[in-house]
């Protein structure tokens, strides 16, 4: 999320606050809504994600190929955004996708990117990891080319295209060689906090059945121990007896500033354990569906089929227009079809810029509802 003090998300009741959220409702409204091309434009400039992990790439790249909107826009704001607080990769993701989808324009583009481009190593890595390597294995020479310039430190990553260059070529493989880039990013500092509490949390590391006596008496005494660590705990390996904890934690958890993150693990863990709680947790999930931090959204679908299936119909058909992979493939599953949600699943299972789970997915939706109609 960019990073600006006097910023907020507008309301998800408007079309600009859901598009900002990547919910469903926001690009079926876009398809009728005269404005819409400057609101998809202003969620490609600016990243509305809460957190990296947060998808809108395929979300936004549709809403541009579907709505016929000029790539221009796009292209220009790669030269402008910088990754400090990950809006260049956020606009990467969204060009990145409008080029599996067959775009010359944003191919040619993201070619050229690597040329001159400011972020061309993380450009070619993405290229690398999603478009097939006759698009992009011709730039070894312009990659070399510029890490023997030395405009950044010499220092890749493994993996495509990487690995498979240094066997090419000498000066990528002694890039490869000097090791990755020291860049202190958000996963290296959780990673060092982790550690700094790892002696703290002795009681919870060992065996479920060993752990859960220890996180049972931390959970009901927040101030004697990790108390996070304890509901999470619970959640994995806990039962039925555990809900009202778990429920507490759900309620720890908004009292916390500006912090969206957790509730996908405490949601997870109350509809495994079922019970009188997790139903009391119900009007609380719903709600979470509207948070900007869209990584966790799968997680709150997935707790109301097991605790309200018959509920969720709504919501699985919104699902199917939904940012998150993980949500447009519990949706395909498990959303009640008929001929207008069949043509959507059809979209789904056709679109080379969704994912190939969620394609594989659709196909066998589709052929399971064919046999069952005798088709």
Same mark, same amino acid.
């Given at each position: 999320m960019s990073l600006d003090d006097d910023w907020h998300y507008l309301p998800t009741r408007t079309? =600009?606050?859901? &598009?900002?959220?990547? #919910?469903?409702?926001?690009?079926?409204?876009?398809?009728?809504?005269? *404005?819409a091309p400057e609101l998809v434009y202003a969620c490609i400039r600016r990243d509305h994600r809460w957190l990296p992990l947060d998808d809108r790439g395929v979300y936004l790249a549709r809403l541009v190929r579907d709505l016929d909107l000029p790539t221009g826009p796009i292209v220009s704001r790669l030269y402008t955004a910088t990754d400090e607080t990950g809006e260049f990769s956020h606009v990467l993701r969204v060009a990145e996708a409008l080029g599996r989808a067959g775009s010359d324009g944003i191919i040619e583009s993201l070619r050229r990117y690597v040329h001159i481009g400011p972020y061309w190593r993380e450009t070619l890595g993405a290229l690398a990891a999603a478009w097939p390597a006759n698009w992009w294995d011709d730039l070894l020479p312009v990659a070399a080319d510029r890490l023997a310039s030395g405009e950044r430190p010499r220092h890749l990553p493994p993996g495509a295209p990487w690995t498979g260059w240094a066997e090419r070529d000498e000066r990528i493989r002694a890039a490869l060689a000097a090791g990755p880039e020291e860049v202190r990013g958000l996963g290296e500092l959780l990673e060092e906090a982790d550690g700094r509490r790892e002696a703290a949390y002795e009681c919870l590391a060992g065996p *479920? =059945?060993?752990? &859960?006596?220890?996180?049972?008496?931390? =959970?009901?005494?927040?101030?004697?121990?990790?108390?996070?660590e304890s509901l999470c705990v619970l959640a994995e390996h806990g039962d039925e007896s555990d809900g009202p904890a778990l429920l507490a934690g759900l309620e720890w958890l908004d009292r916390r500033p500006d912090d969206m993150c957790g509730y996908d693990r405490i949601v997870d863990g109350l509809a495994r354990v079922g019970g009188d709680a997790a139903h009391q947790a119900l009007p609380k999930i719903r709600s979470l569906w509207?948070?900007?931090?869209?990584?966790?959204? *799968?997680?709150? #679908?997935? =707790?109301? #089929?097991? #605790?309200?299936?018959?509920a969720c119909a709504g919501a699985l058909t919104e699902g199917l227009w939904d940012c998150e992979a993980g949500v447009r493939l519990l949706a395909v599953r498990h959303v009640p079809l008929d001929a207008k949600l069949e043509r959507r699943v059809e979209y789904l299972r056709d679109d080379p810029i969704e994912t190939a789970e969620v394609r594989?997915?659709?196909?066998?939706?589709l052929d399971l509802e064919a046999a069952l109609s005798g088709g």
């Open positions: 079309r =600009a606050g859901a &598009l900002q959220r990547g #919910l469903g409702r926001g690009a079926v409204r876009a398809r009728q809504d005269p *404005a *479920a =059945a060993e752990a &859960l006596p220890a996180a049972r008496r931390v =959970a009901a005494d927040p101030g004697s121990g990790p108390y996070w509207f948070s900007p931090h869209s990584y966790e959204r *799968a997680a709150y #679908l997935r =707790a109301r #089929l097991n #605790l309200e299936p018959a594989l997915a659709a196909a066998e939706r």
